[in-house]
């Protein structure tokens, strides 16, 4: 049986599949192209991330597909109902990259507290004639420690990234409409485990609270944060979206940072995604990254083996 991995697959994967007597080919086909690659080599199994796209016309016409995986968490390029309607097992890995994304989110806060964007920017630039006047603009750095960070989603990848934040000695809110809390294990080098509970609070009690704000939803038809929102928040917070372009309205970010309400933020995911607005690149007090939430080795190594144990596991009650 043939599997296309389309977006590329860990190595971890590779062999696990192989092993399991698998043909993997790593080929990757142009999306108008997919269709006729699939039925000409007999795919069985297409797994992707989140370039390639899954929409009703390959599922239509592709009847040799028995499985489609998305290495990830969000399935929004895949027609997910529409496949299982089809008879298609459609799987995915939701907890494989739930701490990269946290460490990510923490990467953005750490920078945006200590200027190190702006810095980053401006040290190569005038770093050896103005170091005096540079030192003095970026010496109002905060700490995180003590500071109150909002969650908003606190599903696994919320979990994830409470947990950080618990270790750095911040307090955790939340706010989740299906959960009312959770209980969170921390666990250390010398085997030493902590637990914490942690309840869920409304969004807009969240809002007020928090020093930080940090969004973790799936993708929905209306912003998550926008003006209303913004107002309800601490004068001068930080916000970070490592969730999924349009749950935040880009737009009413910019100005709220321009008037001074939201000190800056974080963006990991676009409305406009792959071609961000270039307005919004530009605003010095916003730090980036392309969509890389999940792109460390350790998580695309998770990422590869429990989707060929899924897959494997998938064809073995089938026999």
Not at 176 to 198: C, G, R, S, V
């Amino acid at each position: 049986m043939k599997v296309l991995a389309n977006d590329g697959l860990a190595k971890s994967g590779i062999t696990g599949l192989e092993n399991a007597g698998f043909d993997v080919d790593l080929t990757t086909v142009a999306q108008e192209q997919l269709a006729d690659y699939i039925n000409k080599n007999k795919v069985t199994v297409l797994l992707v991330r989140s370039a390639t796209k899954v929409r009703k016309d390959i599922i239509d016409n592709c009847p040799t597909l028995k499985i489609i995986g998305r290495g990830g968490v969000g399935m929004d390029n895949i027609d997910v109902e529409y496949a299982r309607e089809k008879g298609i097992t459609v799987i995915n890995t939701p907890a494989a990259s739930s701490h990269s994304v946290a460490e990510l989110v923490f990467a953005h806060l750490f920078g945006l507290v200590r200027f190190l964007p702006e810095s980053n920017r401006n040290m190569p630039l005038v770093g050896d004639s103005k170091f005096g006047d540079l030192k003095k603009s970026f010496a109002k750095g905060i700490e995180l420690k003590g500071k109150t960070i909002g969650i908003l989603g606190f599903g696994r990848i919320g979990q994830a990234t409470a947990k950080v934040a618990l270790g750095l000695g911040m307090k955790v809110v939340a706010f989740d409409p299906f959960l009312e809390a959770a209980t969170l294990e921390l666990e250390f080098f010398d085997h030493q485990t902590l637990f914490f509970t942690i309840k869920t609070l409304s969004k807009e009690e969240v809002l007020k609270q928090s020093d930080f704000i940090s969004i973790h939803v799936p993708a929905q038809k209306d912003y998550v944060l926008s003006s209303k929102e913004f107002d309800m928040m601490k004068n001068g917070a930080f916000i970070v979206n490592a969730a999924r372009g349009g749950v935040l309205d880009e737009v009413a970010l910019v100005k709220a940072i321009e008037s001074g309400k939201i000190s800056g933020a974080a963006l990991d995911v676009f409305e406009n995604e792959p071609t961000p607005e270039i307005q919004l690149l530009m605003n010095t007090s916003i730090s980036f990254t392309p969509h890389i939430g999940a792109a460390t080795g350790e998580a695309q190594d998770r990422i590869g083996s429990e989707l060929a144990s899924q897959i494997i596991e998938y064809f073995n009650t089938k026999k």
